[in-house]
């Protein structure tokens, strides 16, 4: 089955399901078609400091 996509670019096209899962991946796909509407892709950055591990190397202030 082939899904209806718009690329970043702003260009139509049609993908299949596993070229989606790729695309998305690789920021290729701003939108795709879903049978009842449009589906915007939205991309979250891994925000700073949310690795799990502590970042700041100085003295701790608020302890006491």
Same mark, same amino acid.
């Given at each position: 089955?082939?899904?209806? +996509?718009?690329?970043?670019? &702003?260009?139509? &096209?049609? +993908? %299949? @399901?596993?070229?989606?899962? %790729? ?7 701003? %939108?795709? !078609? !879903?049978?009842? @509407?449009? +589906? /915007? +892709? ?5 925000? /700073? =400091?949310?690795? &799990?591990?502590?970042?700041?190397? =100085?003295?701790? /202030? /608020?302890?006491?």
């Amino acid at each position: 089955m082939k899904i209806p +996509v718009i690329f970043i670019d &702003g260009t139509l &096209g049609v +993908v %299949s @399901a596993d070229e989606l899962d %790729s695309y998305i991946e690789k920021r290729w796909i701003l %939108s795709f !078609r !879903r049978t009842d @509407a449009w +589906v /915007r +892709v939205t991309y979250k950055d891994v925000l /700073r =400091g949310s690795s &799990g591990k502590k970042t700041f190397e =100085g003295n701790e /202030r /608020r302890k006491k």
